[in-house]
């Protein structure tokens, strides 16, 4: 199949799904190596459409309807599920965690969650892959961005994550 056909291909199953598609049920749908998928996405989002890398797949994310913002947090690797938690019972999406690291400078992570389901399967990932969270090299410092639908809902998370003392002032 020609790249072409591909990418058109690609779009219109990246509109049509409404969960993440993994790269490597896409290249074995086309015949392709993962790193094909990789570069045909690369190749798309700089055509404009806007596909996000997530830990569960690639997701078409829908411009200019939620709002985004950066917070600041300060938090032990213990409080991550309540932090998570809390963001996504008032309709927040975590996107992401930022972490400054004193040789690497910034070391960002895609998070994806958006439900209590979620961030019990981010946080279950972590625990049996022996995994830590970003913050543990940071001093529990870190940044994410969360989505939301306005940004009322994200003065709301704001007020929560504060009152829980993970906010940095």
Known sequence: MERDMRLHMLTEIFSESRSPVQGKDLAERFG???????????????????VEATPRGYLLREGGVRKRRLFALCHSKEDVAEELLTVVALGGRVLDVLVEHPLYGEIRGNIDVASREDVLRFVGSMKAGGGEPLLVLSGGV????????????????????????????
């Open 32 to 50: 392709v190596s993962r790193q094909a998928i990789v570069q045909d996405v690369a190749l798309l989002r700089s055509r404009g459409l806007p």
């Open 142 to 169: 870190h940044l994410h961005t969360v989505e939301a639908e306005s940004e009322a809902s994200l003065d709301a998370i704001e007020k929560a994550l504060g009152e829980k003392g993970y906010l940095l002032v």
